[in-house]
């Protein structure tokens, strides 16, 4: 199943951006779910993740600046960025936190931070 993330655009550096992804309803609960980003040139990274019970867990660069949420009734996802860094320019994906070879990917969107 891709997932497709939307909420990206241009800001500029210090500004705040709201990424949504909304995940088909099967079994969304049960699964902890994670923001990826893929810059020019560079692997795909592990952003921020959140479990069933919501607990969360972030890549250093992002700690205090976003805030991954999850509302399981409308099995969305959400990240919360602010403070945002011309090196927070990337596409950015959802997806579970848990990959396997089989998993797909999505479009994902552009955040674009300008200095």
């Known amino acids: 199943v891709q997932l497709q993330a939307s909420g990206g655009g241009l800001v500029q550096a210090g500004g705040s951006l709201r990424l949504s992804c909304v995940a088909p309803p099967d079994h969304f609960s049960i699964y902890a779910w994670a923001w990826y980003r893929q810059a020019p040139g560079k692997q795909r990274e592990l952003v921020a993740g959140?479990?069933?019970?919501?607990?969360?867990t972030y890549r250093d660069p992002v700690k205090g600046r976003f805030t991954i949420s999850r509302d399981d009734p409308r099995n969305a996802v959400y990240l919360q960025m602010n403070l945002l860094k011309p090196e927070d320019t990337a596409v950015y994906f959802c997806?579970?936190?848990?990959?396997?070879?089989?998993?797909?990917w999505g479009q994902g969107t552009q955040v674009t931070v300008s200095s």
């Open positions: 997806n579970r936190f848990i990959l396997t070879p089989s998993t797909s």
């Open positions: 959140i479990g069933r019970g919501g607990e969360t």
